[in-house]
């Protein structure tokens, strides 16, 4: 079956340090979104990829980068990680077209930064 | 102003009752509707998807979408303690970016 799955489950790291964040999706989906989920804020867009080489800025961009060099892998990289990043991170993919009417989501990763 | 606003609870109800979740939206682009659940320390799953106005049934479950007041709503009759979690609206225009709701958290009590 395909699926998205979404590595490290958990991280803590320190202040300061760079941390990537791992994605894969086998649904062979052009469409791939990280977003961040804190209580009150719901999910915000970070960054959005639309296909191979592509990369846009979401809501929260800043101190956050992506980059897109094949279909199935979209990692997420916190340059230098901040206390104000400690949150759930949810990678997700979807296909092209007015039809894509869903979003599948990885398990998350939870990130500490201490 | 969010493009979609959610009331995040939390909702707590009886086992059997009929609960109603509700958004608010402020683009008239938006043109497919969707609502997901989200269980504790998982990742949001696809519940119901209508396409512009009109209502959709799934089981215990109905979404209605009225365009003219720019408001959603998802229904859950006879509720169960398995559908205690959180549940986000989403919507989309005719491009590729999904709008979520913040969420809203739900405990139905047996």
């Known amino acids: 079956d395909a699926e998205i799955t979404q590595s490290p489950r958990h991280k803590i790291t320190e202040t300061g340090r760079q941390v990537t964040l791992a994605c894969h999706q086998t649904w062979n989906h052009n469409n791939m979104f990280w977003y961040r989920q804190d209580l009150g804020h719901g999910l915000r867009l970070i960054h959005y990829?639309?296909?191979?080489?592509?990369?846009n800025k979401g809501e929260v961009s800043d101190g956050y980068s992506v980059s897109r060099s094949n279909t199935e892998d979209l990692p997420l990289t916190l340059e230098s990680a901040a206390s104000s990043q400690t949150s759930v991170y949810f990678c997700?993919?979807?296909?092209?077209?007015?039809?894509?009417?869903?979003?599948?989501f990885g398990q998350g990763t939870r990130l500490t930064v201490v | 102003q969010k493009e979609v606003e959610q009331d995040p609870g939390p909702l707590s109800v009886p086992e059997g009752a009929i609960v109603s979740l509700n958004c608010t939206y402020s683009?008239?682009?938006?043109?497919?509707f969707m609502w997901y659940r989200q269980y504790s320390r998982k990742g949001p799953e696809l519940l119901m998807y209508?396409?512009?106005?009109g209502n959709k049934e799934d089981g215990r479950f109905t979404a209605q979408v009225d365009k003219s007041s720019k408001y959603i709503s998802l229904f859950i009759r006879d509720s169960q303690p398995s559908d205690s979690a959180t549940y986000l609206c989403?919507?989309?225009?005719?491009?590729?970016?999904?709008?979520f709701g913040t969420g809203t958290s739900l405990t139905v009590i047996p």
């Open positions: 989403a919507m989309r225009r005719t491009g590729n970016q999904f709008y």
């Open positions: 683009n008239s682009a938006f043109q497919y």
């Open positions: 997700a993919s979807s296909e092209s077209g007015p039809m894509n009417t869903e979003a599948f």
């Open positions: 209508t396409y512009s106005s």
């Open positions: 990829s639309y296909g191979v080489h592509d990369t």
